[in-house]
């Protein structure tokens, strides 16, 4: 498995657009954002480098809470190889993918197509056919066709050993716009092309913008889950929840860490995307899980299922006669969504008691609901 850092590169002015368009809301995320959503998901990114503009810095920085992945958030430079720059001298791993920040609609089989296309090629580029006729126009008139057999477009992720993308920037003297055609001028390096996608086309003017809006919309593939958990409470055990240990004089009968709430995420997961539930994917039976946090758990299940699916939003309830847990919940949410990379304002968590009547109002037990919605990613 190859190991890299993602670098995306969001410094751009924007010339042609009239503002930055990297930093403009789609729905209730920022356009960048749909690429860290993507690049995220991947197993074999394991650090992402964001480059920005000073005036996007802050907010940039924010994203860190959502995708722990992000390790630096860095300011941009002046031309665009300044800024690619700026951004792999940072970079801890061997093999770099470079992202322009203003192609939102990437998918994870496009870029794993790239990390792949490293077994043979230190240089990797996802390439398009040009489909419409091209010609040369003079004065607003037909001058003269381009035969455009054997004629490609070129996109990113570029993917690059990063020693060799690293010589040939700090050879360069001259402004490129894309890093495969650097990287031959300089040191007449040829970059592998592997299958790009059309879906995968860059914002460049307000049109293009607006087309994405509409794919966003357009995307109905959803899905619900739905989860439930109870666990037996005694006296002098732990309570965890939501993986913070809450102060309390009963805690969870159980085999892992017993995080009810968290159990109960997970089935919602596995529900919502068509597999067996908790007991069958982590055998009480099996040492391997005993005392275990289920945060670890929550993060190996979502680990296989995030390549697929985005979470539009979980909600939860937890039935605990006692103590009150809101002092707690917004540590509970913050644990989640950090494994989860959702925003903080997508999950709910609930508290109900047992009107102490029933087992849970007895304090003999716990209950937890959760229900996720997902959407399929493309
Ligand atoms: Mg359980």
Redesign the pocket.
């Known amino acids: 498995m190859y190991e890299v850092s993602a670098v995306i590169v969001a410094a751009g002015e924007s010339k042609r657009f009239g503002q930055n368009k990297v930093f403009l809301k789609v729905g209730e995320k920022y356009l960048v954002q749909y690429s860290l959503d993507v690049f995220a998901a991947v197993e074999e990114v394991k650090e992402i480098i964001l480059v920005v503009r000073r005036e996007f810095l802050e907010l940039a920085e924010s994203f860190k809470a959502i995708y722990p992945k992000i390790t630096q958030v860095i300011e941009g430079g002046h031309e665009r190889q300044d800024s690619v720059l700026h951004g792999l001298s940072c970079a801890k791993y061997p093999y770099v993918l470079i992202h322009d920040g203003a192609r939102p609609n990437i998918s994870v089989a496009l870029i794993n197509r790239v990390i792949q296309g490293f077994s043979s090629s230190d240089a990797v580029v996802p390439v398009i056919p040009v489909r419409d006729t091209l010609v040369y126009f003079e004065d607003q008139f037909f001058n003269k066709p381009i035969n455009r057999d054997g004629l490609f477009a070129v996109q990113t992720p570029q993917g690059y050993k990063k020693s060799l993308i690293l010589e040939a920037l700090n050879k360069s003297d001259k402004n490129y716009t894309d890093e495969s055609t650097l990287l031959f001028d300089t040191l007449g390096v040829r970059a592998k092309g592997v299958e790009g996608s059309f879906a995968n086309f860059k914002i460049t003017y307000p049109e293009d913008f607006e087309l994405f809006q509409r794919i966003l919309g357009g995307n109905m593939d959803l899905r619900v889950g739905i989860g439930f958990?109870?666990?037996r409470l005694e006296r002098g055990r732990k309570l965890i929840l939501g993986g913070v240990q809450v102060q309390s004089d009963f805690g969870?009968v159980?085999h892992?860490d017993?995080?009810?709430l968290v159990?109960?995420i997970i089935d919602a997961l596995l529900g919502g995307t068509g597999q067996k539930d908790?007991g069958t994917q982590f055998p009480d039976t099996d040492p391997k899980y005993s005392g275990i946090s289920?945060l670890k758990l929550l993060q190996e299940i979502w680990d296989g299922i995030r390549q697929q699916y985005e979470i539009l939003n979980l909600d939860t309830v937890v039935k605990l006669e006692k103590p009150k847990i809101k002092d707690n919940v917004d540590e509970m949410k913050e644990n989640i969504a950090r494994i989860l990379s959702i925003p903080l304002d997508r999950i709910s968590i609930k508290a109900k008691t047992g009107e102490k009547i029933g087992p849970v109002g007895e304090c003999l037990l716990i209950e937890c609901e959760a229900v996720v919605l997902l959407r399929r990613r493309y």
């Open positions: 958990d109870s666990h969870a159980a892992s017993g995080d009810c159990h109960a908790i289920s």
